[in-house]
């Protein structure tokens, strides 16, 4: 998503950056199922600091413990008798700054926001690492405004299908890693890796490795800027292959 002149419209010009914000709360197109008390508090998480103050920071620290909470619950609740290790590493992978960025996306919480000038030129309102922190701002908004349950409930609507799809098992674990872990669940030796290929010059060299299974007949072909990130694209390639082999 990229700022778009609708995008310009909601930001406040440059020169008026800083000044206490006294006007109305918006009303952003949030599919959040939640109406606010203090409607400020919405406003506020929405701000990000090029903007003026207040702005979003203290709320998304709220956010990111709560955020963290209720995934926590979530994956406990769901996934009866999964060891501790596995529910960290899930919990870790949904609350990151990917998953956060997607599910903002999903939102279209970048339309909402509000932008000094010069972030929303540097296409602030699609930067990852602004949305994923506003997403927690705001859940940190409607925790202040409404407590843990109105929290929890907006957080498991947001991320719902997210949570649907996570497997504690597997989330977050790297490609060689469920590869090989499957592989053995079969009894299937480990893959073979082989650099097959390099290209570019010495300061971006691009490498092609090999996957190879000869048990079950693949051969997945992966490129990268070394040979670990090569090697883990071939994995992935190679689990898809099995995949749709084993699915038709």
């Not at 197109?29 to 979003?56: D, I, K, V, W």
Request: hydrophobic fraction near 40%.
């Amino acid at each position: 998503m990229r700022a778009s002149s609708s995008s310009s419209k909601r930001a406040r010009p440059a020169a008026s950056e800083g000044r206490p914000s006294t006007e109305p709360a918006p009303t952003p197109p949030l599919a959040l199922g939640y109406t606010f008390a203090e409607p400020a508090l919405l406003r506020q998480a929405l701000t990000h600091r090029s903007y003026g103050t207040p702005n979003y920071e203290r709320l998304e620290f709220v956010g990111d413990a709560v955020l963290d909470c209720v995934v926590a619950v979530a994956l406990f609740e769901r996934f009866p008798g999964t060891p501790e290790g596995d529910l960290s590493r899930a919990r870790a992978h949904l609350v990151n700054q990917d998953t956060l960025a997607h599910v903002a996306r999903r939102l279209d919480l970048g339309a909402a926001l509000r932008l000094g000038e010069g972030e929303l030129r540097s296409g602030g309102a699609d930067r990852a690492s602004i949305l994923a922190d506003a997403l927690e701002a705001v859940f940190g908004a409607v925790f202040v405004d409404g407590g843990f349950d109105a929290a929890r409930a907006v957080i498991d609507a947001v991320f719902a299908d997210v949570l649907r799809d996570a497997d504690p098992t597997t989330l977050g674990k790297d490609p060689k890693t469920r590869l090989q872990e499957w592989l053995q669940a079969q009894r299937v030796p480990v893959p073979e890796y082989a650099i097959v290929g390099t290209s570019g010059e010495a300061h971006a060299q691009q490498f092609e490795v090999e996957c190879r299974i000869p048990q079950l007949a693949v051969v997945a072909v992966g490129a990268g800027p070394n040979r670990r990130s090569a090697e883990q694209d071939a994995a992935q390639k190679a689990l898809a292959a099995i995949a749709q082999a084993r699915h038709g």
